[in-house]
């Protein structure tokens, strides 16, 4: 508490970007919202839906637990259209679609190592493994991504790594997705329920927020 307090007086002022989606529910009404950190469609947003704040609160990053395996056993994917910055439309299969302002989820795990929050871009992801030998290959690639965050060794390791089809990064200024069947969404972590329809856009360095100064 004291350190924040400390930053709001003494600290520097940095220009982040933020998101904005704007969808459409189940019943056809249009809303537009803003976030900071990711949007969610698929696991993702099972997790803001299905776990309690209180479990939030209490156990972190182990509250997630029982809704994740319970969607990896499922292992439902689902068809979307999409496209970036307006570019041809795409079709593909997908278990979670997350478009990310940051890249680091919850518990500090590093899921798009490209994502900065002031570069006036989105990055998006889409997981798409094929049974639980493709999430194996997805679990094994975020814990290599993670230990390179802490390791030069395995930032090497990383870059010369090749790429794999359950991850598909792509960066664009603009997300655009339509879905055959409604999807649960959320935004930084809140549930805004069932779409059909997401456009996601940039606001680039429109929050600005206190951090610590760094001294020579």
């Known amino acids: 508490m004291e350190s924040n307090i400390a930053t709001a007086f003494t600290g520097s002022t940095r220009a982040i970007d933020i998101g904005v989606a704007e969808f459409d529910d189940s019943k056809g009404a249009s809303q537009s919202h803003v976030f900071v950190a990711m949007a969610g469609i698929g696991l993702d947003a099972e997790m803001a839906e299905h776990t309690s704040a209180i479990a939030k609160k209490h156990l972190g990053w182990f ?51 490209r994502a900065v929050i002031d570069d006036g871009l989105l990055d998006v992801v889409m997981m ?10 997805i679990g094994t690639r975020l814990t290599l991504q993670g230990i390179a965050r802490r390791s030069k060794f395995s930032r090497r390791i990383l870059k010369r790594a090749p790429d794999i089809h359950e991850l598909s990064y792509v960066q664009g200024r ?16 809140d549930s805004f329920g069932y ?13 600005h927020v206190r951090v610590p100064r760094k001294f020579d």
């Open 63 to 113: 509250a997630y637990v029982t809704p994740i395996a319970r969607s990896i056993i499922l292992n439902k994917l689902f068809h979307i259209d999409y496209r970036i910055d307006r570019s041809s439309i795409r079709s593909t299969r997908a278990h979670t679609v997350i478009v990310g302002n940051c890249g680091t989820l919850t518990g500090n795990m590093l899921l798009i190592p």
């Open 128 to 137: 798409r493994p094929k049974g639980r030998l493709g999430w194996a290959r």
């Open 174 to 189: 603009e997300f655009e997705a339509q879905f055959d069947t409604p999807h649960t969404l959320e935004l930084d972590g």
């Open 195 to 207: 779409v059909t329809r997401v456009n996601v856009g940039i606001r680039p360095a429109a929050l």
